[in-house]
């Protein structure tokens, strides 16, 4: 069976989350369905120009075509062998938007190829051999009130109601937001490219990485299952490379175990100017960092250490006419850098990290404001030259005298405390 030319809205009210509206320029069906048994079995579907629209009229998604084998869906269970698609596009972007010029819609995909798709209607769960995404293409946003217009996108494309905060975790997307339990053996993105662009406030960040690849194996939010092992790759800024390989093991809701390595190497800090600008008080004006990151998390519990490198590292404090939003710091990060600096004019440091992942005290902030200038001090005090002791001390002598003060009359004031070695 053919069909050219088919149209139609669900009006609000109909069916529950559903009000939009469906073009599909051709179908082809071959199959069969039997009234009694509430089966349909098709051996093809075929879809060409798909178009997905909001109640209102905007466009949700557009595609090429859709192409599924096998197909088969009873009171059970609904099942294909094979489904591939086309180019599609997700959620046009207002013209004048930023990065208009380069991303007219939220995502773009080449191709994506669905392997074995099994769902049982009873236990509410997923079962996929395989996912292929060619070619995906993102831009996330974070406006000047600090809103993401994807979840609005998102929302109108599902119908749930705005939630009235937006997720600020991927495991919570993955896991307690979903209603229905899933596996997928093997995952895959291939030449992938993410942009990440921020106006919140003064903010004027963007950092695009480029030549995304990603493995998963074992991709799933069933609690006792073998963990997913991971491997990710990628160029931020199109220049540099990251790449991080190993284990993540869901345990249950909101609780994980991870065993991750990885290494960051030429990556431009320029990006970056906005937020330690922020963070620290200093506008980054050359630099590239490599780094190996080891990462362990045991029920929520992360210890992760960093071996960083900043090489050519140049700062100075932020100006007035930098426009760049500043936190006060304590620690006089130019002066710091310069004495940490070698032949080379590269800067060498540890950094570990610790903390539970759904603390809310553990942020972006905290790892790149605080526990970095403890990084940098701790790797001060370990060279313990002269100059860089002296300098150290009077200006972190500010921030430390209280607890100092503290720790030397309480070992005063101890009775019959043992003499200090």
Same mark, same amino acid.
């Given at each position: 069976?053919?069909?050219?030319?088919?149209?139609?809205? %669900?009006?609000?009210?109909?069916?529950?989350?559903?009000?939009?509206?469906?073009? &599909?320029?051709?179908?082809? %069906?071959?199959? $069969?369905?039997?009234?009694?048994?509430?089966?349909?079995?098709?051996?093809?579907?075929?879809?060409?120009?798909?178009?997905?629209? $909001?109640?209102? !009229?905007? *466009?949700?998604?557009? !595609?090429?075509?859709?192409?599924?084998?096998?197909?088969?869906?009873?009171?059970?269970?609904?099942?294909?062998?094979?489904?591939?698609?086309?180019?599609?596009?997700?959620?046009?972007?207002?013209?004048?938007?930023?990065?208009?010029?380069?991303?007219? &819609?939220? !995502?773009?995909?080449?191709?994506?190829? /669905?392997?074995?798709?099994?769902? @049982?209607?009873?236990?509410? *769960?997923?079962?996929?051999?395989?996912?292929?995404?060619?070619?995906?293409?993102?831009?996330?946003?974070? @406006?000047?009130?600090?809103?993401?217009? %994807?979840?609005?996108?998102?929302?109108?494309?599902?119908?749930?109601?705005?939630?009235?905060?937006?997720?600020?975790?991927?495991?919570?997307?993955?896991?307690?937001?979903? $209603?229905?339990?899933?596996?997928?053996?093997?995952?895959?993105?291939?030449?992938?490219?993410?942009? #990440?662009? @921020?106006?919140? =406030?003064?903010?004027?960040?963007?950092?695009?990485?480029?030549?995304?690849y990603l493995t998963v194996h074992n991709l799933s939010n069933l609690p006792h299952h073998p963990p997913s092992v991971i491997l990710f790759n990628g160029r931020p800024g199109g220049f540099g490379e990251i790449q991080l390989a =190993?284990? +993540?093991?869901?345990?249950?809701?909101?609780? #994980?175990?991870?065993?991750?390595?990885?290494?960051? /190497?030429?990556?431009?800090?320029?990006?970056?100017t906005p937020y330690m600008a922020k963070l620290l008080g200093y506008k980054i004006l050359q630099g590239q960092l490599d780094a190996r990151?080891?990462?362990?998390?045991?029920?929520?519990? %992360?210890?992760?250490?960093?071996?960083?490198?900043?090489?050519?590292?140049? /700062?100075?404090?932020?100006?007035?006419?930098?426009?760049?939003?500043?936190?006060?710091?304590? +620690?006089?990060?130019?002066?710091?850098?310069?004495?940490?600096?070698?032949?080379?004019?590269? /800067?060498?440091? =540890?950094?570990?990290?610790?903390?539970?992942?759904?603390?809310?005290?553990?942020?972006?902030?905290?790892?790149?404001?605080?526990?970095?200038?403890?990084?940098?001090?701790?790797?001060?005090?370990?060279?313990?030259?002269? +100059?860089?002791?002296?300098?150290?001390?009077?200006?972190? #002598?500010?921030?430390?005298?209280?607890?100092?003060? +503290?720790?030397?009359?309480? $070992?005063?004031?101890?009775?019959?405390?043992?003499?200090?070695?």
């Amino acid at each position: 069976m053919q069909l050219q030319g088919v149209a139609g809205c %669900v009006p609000r009210g109909y069916i529950k989350r559903v009000d939009h509206c469906v073009a &599909v320029e051709n179908i082809a %069906v071959d199959g $069969s369905y039997s009234a009694g048994e509430a089966r349909l079995t098709l051996a093809q579907l075929q879809l060409q120009k798909i178009k997905l629209l $909001s109640g209102g !009229g905007r *466009q949700l998604v557009q !595609g090429d075509s859709i192409t599924v084998t096998e197909f088969a869906s009873d009171r059970t269970q609904l099942r294909f062998l094979r489904a591939e698609t086309g180019e599609f596009e997700l959620f046009d972007r207002r013209e004048g938007a930023p990065e208009y010029h380069r991303h007219s &819609v939220i !995502g773009r995909l080449a191709g994506l190829q /669905v392997e074995q798709f099994g769902y @049982d209607r009873g236990a509410r *769960q997923v079962e996929i051999a395989g996912i292929d995404a060619l070619r995906p293409r993102l831009i996330l946003t974070r @406006d000047r009130e600090g809103e993401f217009p %994807v979840l609005q996108e998102v929302a109108a494309l599902t119908g749930a109601e705005r939630a009235e905060k937006p997720l600020t975790r991927a495991a919570d997307a993955v896991t307690s937001e979903l $209603s229905f339990r899933y596996h997928i053996r093997d995952f895959n993105i291939r030449h992938g490219t993410f942009t #990440w662009v @921020d106006r919140q =406030g003064q903010y004027r960040a963007r950092l695009p990485i480029r030549g995304i690849y990603l493995t998963v194996h074992n991709l799933s939010n069933l609690p006792h299952h073998p963990p997913s092992v991971i491997l990710f790759n990628g160029r931020p800024g199109g220049f540099g490379e990251i790449q991080l390989a =190993g284990t +993540i093991d869901y345990l249950d809701t909101q609780k #994980w175990n991870a065993d991750l390595t990885g290494y960051i /190497v030429d990556t431009n800090l320029i990006p970056a100017t906005p937020y330690m600008a922020k963070l620290l008080g200093y506008k980054i004006l050359q630099g590239q960092l490599d780094a190996r990151l080891d990462i362990q998390i045991r029920e929520n519990k %992360v210890k992760a250490y960093a071996d960083m490198e900043l090489e050519k590292i140049k /700062v100075r404090r932020v100006r007035e006419d930098d426009q760049l939003p500043v936190e006060s710091t304590f +620690i006089p990060l130019n002066i710091a850098l310069y004495l940490l600096k070698d032949g080379q004019g590269d /800067v060498h440091f =540890g950094m570990p990290v610790s903390g539970d992942l759904y603390d809310p005290k553990f942020s972006f902030s905290f790892i790149f404001s605080d526990l970095l200038q403890r990084a940098i001090l701790e790797a001060l005090f370990s060279y313990f030259t002269p +100059i860089g002791f002296y300098t150290l001390a009077k200006f972190a #002598w500010g921030a430390f005298a209280p607890s100092v003060s +503290i720790r030397l009359f309480s $070992s005063r004031a101890a009775p019959n405390s043992a003499p200090r070695p």
